[in-house]
């Protein structure tokens, strides 16, 4: 297995199983902490640069939150706007990387060009960590995810994964490209111009995953172990900000998880969602024994301190 120490963390496109589960090992071994709720000192010479182009609540803050439980220091910015990239200067991602790699040890970047973080790796002499790029991808959401999984049933090998939503999301292609690494079966249902790309289907099947695609939640959610929602009404992620109009329309009932359809599902499969949602899980759903966001939220914080302790090397 290659060393974390130093690595990028771009994509699980590359990702082995190994590596995964030691992912996994070395939060396990952290979560401790975040269950207490301390601050620890294992990176207390350490600094996360936060480089935000796009808006986000849970992947900046859980990252933030990760290296103040490990006794690291932040800084950083969450809009692009008041910096010199996103105003008359429109500097580029290497002349604005070639600043932020001296102000810290590690950086997070999110960002609506997809394989811009891949571009700022390339110029970094420090780690970058991609939190989400364009309809790229956004890998450790997808370790969150399958971390929270593990947690909460046990395993990942033997579980049929329903993936509901628009699949060009960057959760949905790095959830398709970890389960390649895992005995994991993948049925995808997505409005037609929200589909997965034959490219990307042929991509994954050379790993033996083929993805069973239907029409309505209500032809597969019998099967699912684990139901994974995105939202089909959702902003554009290759913009860097979109406001909210006044019409954002409703959630089609194909895409929808609701209780009624919930009746249908395995009593012990979990429903996870990266959020921010719309009205694909309706807020009833969260006092039903499926709902596990809240506990990913939780685990993303974990999976972040694991992830920063081994790209800066305090955990080998
Ligand atoms: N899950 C996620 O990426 O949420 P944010 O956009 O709030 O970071």
Redesign the pocket.
Same mark, same amino acid.
């Given at each position: 297995m290659r060393s974390f120490a130093g690595r990028d963390i771009l994509s699980l496109k590359d990702f082995e199983r190994a590596e995964f589960e030691h992912v996994f090992e070395v939060a396990d071994q952290l979560e401790p902490i975040a269950r207490a709720r301390r601050n620890v000192d294992l990176l207390a010479d350490k600094t996360l640069v936060t480089a935000f182009y796009q808006?986000?609540? +849970? /992947? +900046?803050l859980a990252h933030e939150a990760a290296m103040h439980r490990l006794g690291g220091h932040v800084l950083g910015f969450s809009d692009a706007k008041m910096t010199r990239a996103g105003d008359y200067y429109q500097e580029s991602i290497k002349d604005t990387v070639k600043m932020l790699e001296f102000y810290g040890d590690v950086m997070v970047m +999110?960002h609506f060009q997809q394989g811009a973080p891949q571009e700022a790796a390339r110029w970094a002499s420090i780690p970058v960590i991609n939190?989400?790029d364009g309809w790229g991808e956004?890998p450790t959401?997808v370790l969150t995810d399958l971390y929270t999984i593990k947690k909460e049933l046990g395993r990942i090998d033997g579980l049929t994964f329903l993936c509901i939503g628009d699949m060009r999301m960057r /959760?949905m292609h790095s959830m398709a490209h970890a389960l390649t690494q895992f005995d994991a079966e993948m049925i995808a249902i997505a409005p037609p111009e929200m589909s997965l790309t034959d490219e990307f289907k042929a991509e994954v099947a050379e790993k033996n995953l083929t993805i069973r695609e239907v029409d309505h939640v209500k032809d597969a959610i019998a099967d699912a172990d684990v139901i994974y929602v995105e939202p089909v009404v959702q902003a554009d992620y290759t913009v860097s900000r979109q406001e909210r109009g006044d019409d954002v329309g409703q959630t089609p009932a194909n895409y929808q998880v609701s209780r009624e359809v919930l009746q249908l599902a395995k009593p012990g499969s979990i429903i996870l969602h990266?959020?921010?949602r719309m009205d694909e899980v309706p807020p009833d759903v969260d006092a039903t024994r499926h709902a596990r966001y809240w506990q990913e939220a939780y685990y993303g914080v974990v999976m972040r301190m694991s992830l920063l302790a081994l790209v800066l090397g305090a955990k080998e």
């Open positions: 808006p986000s609540t +849970r /992947t +900046r +999110r939190a989400g956004h959401q /959760t990266s959020l921010p």
